[in-house]
């Protein structure tokens, strides 16, 4: 069996990222476990469930939205609080026990509950319209905070004190407190009337009772539950860890002597500032990375201590045909975010100098940052460097100025916008997206590699200032070092289809190294070396 333990956590705690369905995304859902979860789900490539660490009473809808809904797993905190439910359930706010004459009244974001007047409690939604939260008030305030399980049970409660969170109950099925975590120390205290926690493995369960009644960390608790329970597995199983900052110390006592592959995926870990996470890495029987320049880091940190690393992308290439060869404008996709002050400064005069040559070209700035006035804010950046380089700065306006006469031919053309705000959170909008681009112009020093494998998958050219192993220079891209010889590189793609097609048919190529088979044989060599 193989363990993916997933670095699902919420701001640095304990809990899920599950939010109200009104408010925007502010974070992608996917990652390295989220992707090799599926890609094990989809190919059966070894029999797997997932060890989730952190409380997630929306957890069946992450799986859900992630396509893995029958993905076996076992959860910390079902265990710490004695859930048996297995199944997502409907769950009606107007089933709940309300007071008399209490009256709901539906604005476009939640359902207020009124009582003589007074706003009573808040009832607030999941993205699948499901109750995920109940705000209660008292004299205008909140004074408590049910949290709802998407099997139908309220899982938690938070009270106030002073309006702000005081303690926080984690509930068992039937209601009762099991711990009560006070915000203000972190301390944790296990009701003494329910002093134990359930374990089930296999179809078998077993009660537990906690060691103390008192702890000064919620992770204590999570780390004798969680120690508990590997007590009750094979020796002989895999554990695949999300490295990350949340549970490295706490995995580095429990995986004790237990065979370990580490998953390193972007910036989420860095071994150079991390000297725990260090030693883990030169004790693990494998590490797998998302990039060969990854791989090579990490062998330069641990200096030959650790040899069994391999790169695995988290992305599977898949032969996608983009419609930008359908479109009457050329959209070259540049991604800013993370991106060096100097450097967007360079690269917006240039490719504003680029427009200048080519009135078919549009530039789409690619950010998954979803702040509401990111978009104002980078085009107001924009909008300063092409005047600081004595280019129009409509061309970075959101809208069309007003007051234009309809007659104003010239005027209405030169004020069209050329450049836009590409702001993709998920993933379905970034592939969306990466379908209409002509081209791909990443001069980080650390491109998305999940953007040079979608423009693999779509066929479209890619422009890079740093080599990666998605990118082979003169056939599926370039790799130019300045960003004066941007130009001409857009030039020598967009000038005519020859050279176009010829990187096309070369992304590919290459994208058969990246297919999901490719990927399944690699995590069954994996697997293999530990025998």
Same mark, same amino acid.
């Given at each position: 069996m193989l363990h993916f333990?997933?670095?699902?956590?919420?701001?640095?705690?304990?809990?899920?990222?599950e939010q109200k369905w009104y408010v925007r995304r502010m974070h992608t859902e996917f990652d390295d476990t989220v992707k090799q979860i599926q890609l094990f789900h989809r190919s059966k490539v070894h029999p797997y469930q997932i060890l989730l660490l952190g409380y997630s009473p929306n957890f069946r809808h992450f799986l859900h939205r992630q396509g893995v809904y029958?993905?076996?797993?076992?959860?910390?905190?079902?265990?710490?609080?004695?859930?048996?439910r297995k199944k997502a359930m409907l769950l009606s706010f107007h089933n709940m026990k309300w007071p008399e004459h209490i009256e709901f009244i539906y604005t476009p974001f939640v359902v207020a509950a009124m009582l003589k007047g007074e706003i009573y409690a808040r009832i607030?939604?999941?993205?699948?319209?499901?109750?995920?939260?109940?705000?209660?008030?008292?004299?205008?305030?909140?004074?408590?905070?049910?949290?709802?399980?998407?099997?139908?049970?309220?899982?938690?409660?938070?009270?106030?004190?002073?309006?702000? &969170?005081? !303690?926080? #109950? @984690? *509930?068992?099925?039937?209601?009762?407190?099991?711990?009560?975590?006070?915000?203000?120390d972190g301390h944790v205290e296990v009701? &003494?009337? !329910?002093? #134990? @926690? *359930?374990l089930s493995y296999s179809?078998?369960?077993?009660?537990?009772?906690?060691?103390?009644?008192?702890?000064?960390?919620?992770?204590?608790?999570?780390?004798?539950?969680?120690?508990?329970?590997?007590?009750?597995?094979?020796?002989?199983?895999?554990?695949?860890?999300?490295?990350?900052?949340?549970?490295v110390s706490m995995l580095s006592q429990v995986l004790k002597r237990r065979r370990i592959i580490l998953s390193f995926f972007e910036s989420r870990y860095s071994l150079e500032a991390h000297s725990q996470g260090a030693k883990l890495a030169a004790e693990a029987g494998y590490i797998v990375t998302d990039s060969q320049e990854r791989s090579r880091s990490i062998r330069r940190v641990l200096g030959g201590k650790n040899q069994r690393i391999t790169d695995i992308s988290p992305y599977?290439?898949?032969?996608?045909?983009?419609?930008?060869?359908?479109?009457?404008?050329?959209?070259?996709?540049?991604?800013v975010d993370g991106m060096e002050d100097e450097l967007f400064k360079q690269l917006m005069e240039h490719l504003g100098l680029y427009l200048c040559e080519n009135d078919n070209a549009r530039i789409h700035l690619f950010t998954r940052q979803a702040d509401y006035d990111r978009k104002d804010r980078l085009l107001e950046k924009v909008r300063q460097c092409l005047k600081a380089a004595s280019l129009s700065r409509s061309w970075a306006a959101e809208e069309e100025e007003e007051g234009a006469a309809e007659n104003d031919l010239e005027r209405l053309e030169k004020k069209k916008p050329r450049f836009f705000v590409e702001q993709c959170v998920d993933d379905l909008s970034v592939s969306k997206c990466m379908r209409?681009?002509?081209?791909?112009?990443?001069?980080?020093?650390?491109p998305a590699l999940y953007l040079q494998i979608l423009a693999i998958s779509v066929?479209?050219?890619?422009?890079?200032?740093?080599?990666?192993?998605?990118?082979?220079?003169?056939?599926?891209?370039?790799?130019?070092?300045?960003?004066?010889?941007?130009?001409?590189?857009?030039?020598?793609?967009?000038?005519?289809?020859?050279n176009w097609n010829d990187a096309m048919v070369r992304s590919y190529e290459l994208g058969r190294k990246y297919t999901s088979g490719v990927l399944v044989e690699k995590w069954k060599e994996v697997i293999r070396s530990f025998g």
């Open positions: 333990i997933p670095a699902w956590y919420q701001q640095d705690q304990w809990c899920e990222n029958h993905a076996p797993y076992w959860s910390c905190f079902d265990a710490i609080q004695q859930v048996q607030e939604f999941g993205e699948y319209g499901n109750p995920i939260q109940i705000d209660m008030f008292q004299n205008g305030a909140v004074s408590r905070r049910n949290l709802y399980d998407d099997r139908g049970f309220v899982s938690g409660t938070v009270v106030f004190r002073n309006g702000m &969170p005081y !303690y926080q #109950d @984690y *509930l068992m099925e039937n209601g009762r407190w099991k711990l009560r975590h006070f915000l203000e009701n &003494p009337r !329910y002093p #134990d @926690y *359930l179809g078998q369960e077993e009660n537990r009772t906690f060691s103390q009644m008192r702890y000064e960390h919620l992770e204590q608790v999570i780390q004798e539950v969680l120690a508990s329970y590997l007590e009750l597995l094979q020796e002989k199983d895999l554990f695949c860890v999300a490295l990350d900052p949340r549970h599977d290439t898949r032969v996608d045909f983009g419609i930008s060869g359908q479109l009457d404008v050329q959209k070259i996709l540049v991604p209409e681009q002509r081209i791909l112009v990443d001069l980080r020093k650390h066929g479209i050219p890619q422009i890079v200032a740093t080599k990666t192993q998605f990118v082979e220079h003169g056939g599926n891209g370039l790799l130019i070092k300045e960003t004066g010889k941007l130009e001409s590189a857009l030039e020598y793609y967009l000038k005519g289809l020859s």
